[in-house]
Nanobody, 125 residues
Framework: QGQLVESGGGSVQPGGSLRLSCTSSTMSISGRCMGWFRQVPGKEREGVAAIDRDGTIRYADSVKGRFTISQDNAKNTLLLQMNSLKPDDTAMYYC???????????????????WGQGTQVTVSS
């Protein structure tokens, strides 16, 4: 069974940066559809970015140009570099994966089978 663990969240001021990590001790992240999602209380989990099985990268419009998703295969780690953070980026961030291609519907959280426990990101002055 897959297990994912996120880390790197914290509190930053607007305009600041954070780098989130997601790793697994039970599965290889390389070659999988891997996604970053975020959720605030009372709202659905929202797709932020994804790396597909063939390396295709997709972003939500709200984070394009500010966030960068990548993989460090040597460390079996999925990364999310977040720059120019805004208060609207405040959320619990999760990484997820599924057993088939992400495709154009990569942002549909219900299609992801495995999730981490999340890491909180708070952007506030």
């Amino acid at each position: 069974q897959g297990q994912l663990v996120e880390s790197g969240g914290g509190s930053v001021q607007p305009g600041g940066s954070l780098r989130l990590s997601c790793t697994s001790s039970t599965m290889s992240i390389s070659g999988r559809c891997m996604g970053w999602f975020r959720q605030v209380p009372g709202k659905e989990r929202e797709g932020v970015a994804a790396i597909d099985r063939d390396g295709t990268i997709r972003y939500a419009d709200s984070v394009k140009g500010r966030f960068t998703i990548s993989q460090d295969n040597a460390k079996n780690t999925l990364l999310l570099q977040m720059n120019s953070l805004k208060p609207d980026d405040t959320a619990m961030y999760y990484c997820g994966t599924r057993d088939f291609f992400c495709g154009g519907m990569w942002y549909v959280y219900a299609d992801y089978y495995y999730w981490g426990q999340g890491t909180q990101v708070t952007v506030s002055s």
